[in-house]
Nanobody
Framework: QVQLVVSGGGLVQTGGSLRLSCAAF????????MGWYRQAPGKQRELVAT???????NYADSVKGRFTISRDNAKNTVYLQMNSLKPEDTNVYYC?????????WGKGTLVTVSS
């Protein structure tokens, strides 16, 4: 079992930055792939960024060049640095940890980008 605690959401103006954090408890963090996803009301959850246990990253086209996923295995934490935020980035953001076909989800955090 993996428990994920997400923090760092909030309100920011267009062009601003936020950093989301996701702390993992209860398993060997370094062996899990980690990811950030987002979901708007009435829409499907979509991938934002992922990082494998080996450090390979993948980003949605809409956030490439603006968002950066990183992980600190010593702190059991994954981060999402979001720069040059746009109103369309307004969403509830979720953290996920995956290993062996099992995915654990943290509670979402709301990011609101005002125009």
């Amino acid at each position: 079992q993996v428990q994920l605690v997400v923090s760092g959401g909030g309100l920011v103006q267009t062009g601003g930055s936020l950093r989301l954090s996701c702390a993992a408890f209860g398993s060997i963090f370094s062996t899990h792939a980690m990811g950030w996803y987002r979901q708007a009301p009435g829409k499907q959850r979509e991938l934002v960024a992922t990082m494998t246990a080996g450090g390979n990253t993948n980003y949605a086209d809409s956030v490439k060049g603006r968002f950066t996923i990183s992980r600190d295995n010593a702190k059991n934490t994954v981060y999402l640095q979001m720069n040059s935020l746009k109103p369309e980035d307004t969403n509830v953001y979720y953290c996920a940890a995956s290993r062996g076909g099992i995915t654990y989800w943290g509670k979402g955090t709301l990011v609101t980008v005002s125009s």
